[in-house]
């Protein structure tokens, strides 16, 4: 009886740690970047735009009116701070478990999302 015992007590709590462990967010699905150039893709060149067009626009995320969300991404820094963060591309992705921006608006376009995973995994080259 005592070796039956000790395999149906491992088997136990084997079951009860796994359905105990912590829920994770779903990660969005990996972005290839093998077909983005890194020297084109910089914020100067490429992000920049992507941003000023879709985040840093009156009212949202610019540097004079952004008093209700509190992130300005006007500049070059704050834009990078903000992706160091972790919280921007479940955002734009709009992944369960994040705001998704922009706000009240469609998902960014794949190449744009692409274009600042890209940046972003590539050490953000300025």
């Known amino acids: 009886m005592k070796k039956l015992l000790w395999p149906v007590v491992m088997v136990s709590l084997i079951v009860l740690y796994s359905s105990c462990a912590k829920d994770v967010a779903e990660k969005p699905s990996a ?6 150039d ?3 893709n910089t914020y ?5 735009k992507i941003i000023d067009g879709n ?8 540097a004079v009116f952004h008093t209700a969300s509190g992130i ?6 704050e834009v990078k701070a903000e992706f160091e963060k972790g919280t921007v591309m479940g ?7 994040f ?6 608006s469609p998902k960014l ?5 692409t274009y600042m995973q890209c940046w972003a995994d590539n050490n953000y080259p300025q």
Do not use: W
Request: hydrophobic residues 35%.
């Open 91 to 97: 955002s734009v992705t709009h992944s369960p478990g």
């Open 44 to 48: 100067t060149l490429n992000i920049k």
């Open 38 to 40: 890194p020297s084109i």
């Open 99 to 104: 705001i998704a921006m922009p706000q009240n």
């Open 55 to 62: 985040c840093a626009t009156v009212n949202c995320h610019d």
């Open 109 to 113: 376009a794949d190449s744009l999302i």
């Open 72 to 77: 300005s991404l006007a500049t070059y820094a």
């Open 31 to 36: 972005i290839d970047c093998s077909t983005i």
